[in-house]
């Protein structure tokens, strides 16, 4: 009996260090295979996942390989679990699992919740409708906002009442799959929020503006008529001459915005002298909202304008402007820029003057 006894406890303390390193290397095996992915490719965890579900959904698939070498994958994965609390904190969204990936790889990236992070881009100069636009196209957001009207959409986001043109921060937005383009809209309304405030409250003294909003507003106007960094001061210098001498401002933007899906590419003389809110050729002042989108450079410019005494300007054709201070300079300039056109003639700056 002592014989046996001593056996026993002698197997007891040595088959521990013999099995554990044999379960341990089985385990390695099947976890660092490589899967079986032809092409790179995704793998989606969706609110409610399991573990269990997502190697499951592998198994069929295909990724484990045969049927009994996916059984012991899965088991392999179980062991694994039992040594982690990834079941239980499992991240919603997309994975990538790329080609020659083994399954420890994609547990790895699994337990780090390395979520694949898609882009939206919002573009300065933008109007509210063609955010939403670009926003309905973007196949990554949970579009939630179809139906709502644009007085529904800034209640949704607790700003009722306001309007929401000039109030979204252009910027590249990251985000993952199953993020709504109400979390969008929310992250960018908060972002243009703290740029104004912190731009108003560094603002020059003596600005014929009575309120953060009435910069956003000028902001959107020069945001609109230049896209030339080295302008945009300037631009807005003039619009603050102007506006202290209580003259239009007389803005072909504000002309363009007002006559809204009537625009087809050009501006007559009727729509000049069309009376809409927005219309500056025919209201003094600032028009009562935005009329795009403008960046944080804009908003900069406008609240610290460039000290000029110009005030007029007119596109020259490559994407500047020309300033004058008369009235004789300006129409001068109009003749030689407008009048007798450059047959390259363009609004915009080309991409490397921007």
């Known amino acids: 009996m002592k014989v046996r006894t001593r056996g ?7 088959l521990p260090w013999l099995i554990l390193p044999a379960a341990g290397y089985w385990l390695l095996s ?23 579900g997502l190697v499951h959904r592998m198994a069929r698939q295909g990724w484990l390989g045969a049927e009994h070498e996916a059984q012991r994958r899965r088991l392999a994965v179980r062991l694994h679990a039992l040594t982690s609390d990834l079941d239980r904190r499992l991240q919603v969204g997309e994975y990538r ?41 973007h196949p990554a957001l949970r579009q939630t906002l179809d139906d709502a009207s644009e007085e529904e959409i800034m209640e949704k986001l607790g700003r009722p009442g306001r309007h929401p043109e000039g109030w979204f921060a252009p910027d590249t937005y990251f985000f993952t799959r199953g993020e709504s383009d109400l979390d969008i809209l929310r992250r960018a309304l908060a972002r ?32 609109r008529e230049t896209g030339v960094a080295g302008e945009r001061r300037k631009i807005a210098g003039v619009f603050v001459n102007r ?4 003259m239009r401002l007389q803005t072909d933007p504000t002309v363009i915005y007002g006559m809204g899906e009537d625009y087809d590419g050009r501006i007559r003389t009727r729509d000049l002298r069309r009376h809409t809110p927005w219309n500056t050729y025919v209201i003094r002042g600032l028009p009562p909202t935005p009329i795009a989108m403008p960046g944080s450079a804009a908003i900069e410019a406008t609240v610290d304008p460039e000290s000029t005494d110009a005030l007029f300007f007119v596109a ?33 700056p080309p991409p490397e003057a921007k």
Do not use: K
């Open 97 to 137: 699992v790329n080609r020659g990936d083994s399954l420890a790889t994609v547990l790895e990236r699994l337990e780090r919740g390395e979520v694949i992070q898609h882009a939206f881009t919002l573009v300065e100069g933008w109007h509210f409708r063609q955010l939403r636009a670009f926003m309905r196209r």
């Open 192 to 223: 243009q929020e703290a740029i104004l405030e912190r731009a108003w409250q560094q603002r020059a003294p003596d600005l014929p503006l009575d309120s953060a909003y009435e910069a956003l507003i000028l902001a959107s106007i020069v945001e």
């Open 30 to 52: 099947h976890l660092e295979r490589p899967l079986e992915v032809e092409e790179d490719t995704v793998l989606e965890v969706n609110p409610g996942a399991s573990l269990s």
């Open 243 to 246: 506006l202290n001498r209580n």
């Open 316 to 348: 020259r054709g490559d994407g500047t402007h020309h300033f004058s201070e008369t009235l004789q300079e300006h129409e001068d300039a109009v003749q030689r820029y407008q009048i007798n056109r450059r047959q390259d003639y363009r609004s915009t």
């Open 8 to 14: 026993l406890l002698v197997a007891l303390v040595v």
